[in-house]
């Protein structure tokens, strides 16, 4: 372990493992993008910590192992309220990465100079992609907002400070010509106009300067490969491979019975299989005859209700886990032998306790190809440890709705879990016909002569997960988006009906919000 301590991100000392001073080969008085840039020539294997010299005594080096459990980890920690990046940047950013949850590990590419850390052989990989004469908070901005998608794990990660540790030193933040700079060379072109937008919109600011400058950046490139430094991390997150699958089910009887044979072929079998029936219909009885009728290698917990909603369905299964682990399926999968076996491999070479697959129709091509985190969760492609589902459930406020199972994946991130999205893991997912007799669910909204936009859920989510800046982008870019289709083409007139279809879909937002805590 080396530890570049640093003021105002210039070298002040360089100490080892037992804090003892390392002199050999670095400058005192550089800066640390510059001590950087030499240990990456080095091709040195050590875990690289930084930190203000105001931390350096509160540094929780014990807790180091647990944190960077393999080699591709990045983490550092902010305890200012002040981001390096300003909260404009939210205007462009789609992901649920930016409203950290500081009071436990959580994934985000914000990066902070204050305390952190990365395995050396990441920075030697990617050296000829990185731009060294940066300043130090851009330069791991930067880094972390390219290689996330590419497969470094990067969080906010307040173990890397002793409990308690107090605000020593604010962050100095990025001006805004700094923002048009980070916008242009690390998303497309288009977003700095965007952005330039959303200043003179939401804040009656012109940008006419900082969008001119940013013009002679380059879009960085983010074709990472960090594959040649293999993951293999040292926790220990499986006991024993005890799994329980569950799945609701509506009108699919032949559907589900292949995936109950696809359950029986696997070379790691479920204990339990938790499969939970509805049937709106009042006189109406179970369909699944085939589930007494034949044997089967598992166990089957079956409940019939008369109550439809996937959200209820999940929950009512949920409740039923014995396992150490729990596999969220659907009931037009179609499933590889070796699914729980590979499944539980990847769990144990990535040290994580919630993994999602790819989920494609037959029809679809594979897009995202590197395993990484995402912020997105499959409701029906999912492996997720036990005792966190005893602290999360479905939320109804989204029942015959969309955005379930983002929240779900949301409240799972807020205890401190990440998701990670297994890009060598498939799931067929058939998309069945709709069972036959789904009744048809009158929204709350159905009859208001002002449909919202966008739909209440969506809203719930992003008023829930998205910052404040974040929110206003996405108003405007829906707005966008939906006047191209819009049969208003009066452009005042659509901005006046959007205006009131947005603020309908936040009065149904905050009507469901309400309704459930009733």
């Not at 003179?200 to 969008?211: A, D, G």
Request: charged fraction near 20%; include cysteine.
């Amino acid at each position: 372990m080396i530890i570049l301590v640093h003021q105002h991100s210039k070298l002040t000392q360089v100490l080892d493992a037992k804090q003892q001073p390392i002199t050999d080969g670095f400058g005192i008085g550089e800066t640390i993008t510059k001590t950087l840039e030499k240990i990456a020539q080095t091709n040195t294997d050590e875990l690289i910590i930084w930190c203000e010299q105001q931390y350096l005594d509160h540094l929780n080096i014990d807790d180091f192992s647990k944190i960077f459990h393999h080699q591709r980890v990045l983490a550092s920690y902010n305890l200012s309220e002040t981001d390096y990046l300003p909260k404009q940047i939210g205007y462009v950013e789609r992901s649920y990465f930016l409203k950290i949850n500081k009071s436990v590990t959580f994934p985000t590419w914000f990066m902070s100079s204050h305390v952190g850390g990365i395995h050396a052989s990441v920075l030697t990989h990617l050296k000829e992609d990185l731009n060294f004469l940066e300043c130090f908070d851009y330069f791991f901005n930067s880094l972390a907002k390219r290689a996330m998608v590419e497969g470094l794990f990067c969080y906010s990660e307040p173990r890397l400070l002793l409990p308690n540790t107090s605000v020593k030193t604010e962050t100095k933040q990025a001006s805004t010509d700094t923002l048009f700079k980070f916008v242009k060379q690390h998303y497309k072109w288009v977003w700095i106009f965007f952005l330039s937008a959303c200043y003179l919109i939401y804040e009656r600011k012109f940008t006419f300067f900082p969008l001119l400058k940013s013009l002679f950046y380059k879009q960085l490139s983010t074709h990472f490969n960090l594959d040649q430094i293999s993951i293999q991390s040292s926790k220990k997150v499986i006991n024993n491979k005890d799994i329980d699958v569950i799945i609701p089910t509506i009108g699919r009887k032949q559907y589900l019975y292949d995936v109950l044979k696809d359950l029986s072929a696997q070379t790691i079998l479920p204990k339990n299989v938790i499969i939970v029936e509805q049937n709106p219909l009042d006189d109406s009885v179970s369909e699944l005859n085939y589930l007494t009728t034949q044997d089967w290698p598992f166990n089957i917990k079956h409940t019939f209700t008369h109550q439809s909603g996937v959200c209820n369905a999940r929950n009512l299964a949920l409740s039923q886990v014995e396992s150490e682990w729990t596999f969220l399926g659907d009931d037009d999968n179609r499933l590889e032998t070796n699914l729980i076996k590979t499944l539980f491999n990847h769990i144990e070479q990535y040290g994580v306790q919630v993994g999602t697959t790819v989920y494609l129709q037959p029809n679809e091509t594979q897009t995202y190809l590197k395993t990484a985190q995402t912020s997105i969760f499959g409701a029906g492609n999912s492996i997720v440890k036990s005792s966190l589902i005893k602290q999360v459930k479905f939320n109804m406020n989204y029942e015959f709705n969309y955005g379930e199972d983002n929240d779900f994946g949301m409240q799972l991130r807020h205890l401190g879990e990440d998701v990670v999205y297994f890009a060598d893991i498939k799931i067929t997912h058939l998309k069945a016909p709709i069972g036959g007799y789904r009744t048809k669910v009158k929204q709350l909204w159905a009859d208001d002569v002002v449909k919202p936009k966008p739909s209440p859920t969506i809203m719930l989510l992003n008023e829930t997960y998205f910052t404040k800046h974040q929110l206003l982008g996405y108003k405007l870019l829906l707005g966008l988006r939906s006047f191209k289709h819009s049969s208003t083409k009066n452009p005042f007139a659509y901005i006046k009906q959007y205006k009131k279809q947005w603020k309908c879909s936040q009065f149904w937002s905050a009507k469901l919000q309400s309704k459930h805590h009733a």
